[in-house]
């Protein structure tokens, strides 16, 4: 199992920026895919952005051309960089990792998830 740490977050007003970090420990195999997720109060969790280990990139229609998100493989740390939140960004947001073992078995494990507020 590998040991997920977001922080970062914070309240905010709209417009405004924050840096999420997620940094991983403990895996015992290679983490191929690691990502972001929110989930606002009464929502289902949703996708936010993802990274692959071979640099591939993908976004969530509402966040596409206001995140970026970025990986430090060497130091097992992922990154998200939200720029002009909105008030609807509100949310928890938690780092996801899947992890791929000799076998070829994946298995995903979460953080606790950091909390990031936007006023309008």
């Known amino acids: 199992q590998v040991q997920l740490v977001e922080s970062g977050g914070g309240l905010v007003q709209a417009g405004e920026s924050l840096r999420l970090s997620c940094s991983a420990s403990g895996s015992r195999f290679r983490i191929d895919i690691m990502g972001w997720y929110r989930q606002a109060p009464g929502k289902q969790r949703e996708l936010v952005a993802t990274?692959?280990?071979?640099?591939?990139?993908n976004y969530a229609d509402s966040v596409k051309g206001r995140s970026t998100i970025s990986r430090d493989i060497a130091k097992n740390t992922m990154y998200l960089q939200m720029d002009s939140l909105k008030p609807e960004d509100t949310a928890v947001y938690y780092c996801?990792?899947?992890?791929?073992?000799?076998?070829?078995?994946?298995?995903?494990?979460w953080g606790q998830g950091t909390q990031v507020t936007v006023s309008s």
């Open positions: 990274s692959t280990s071979d640099g591939r990139t």
């Open positions: 996801n990792a899947v992890s791929i073992t000799s076998s070829g078995l994946r298995i995903g494990d």
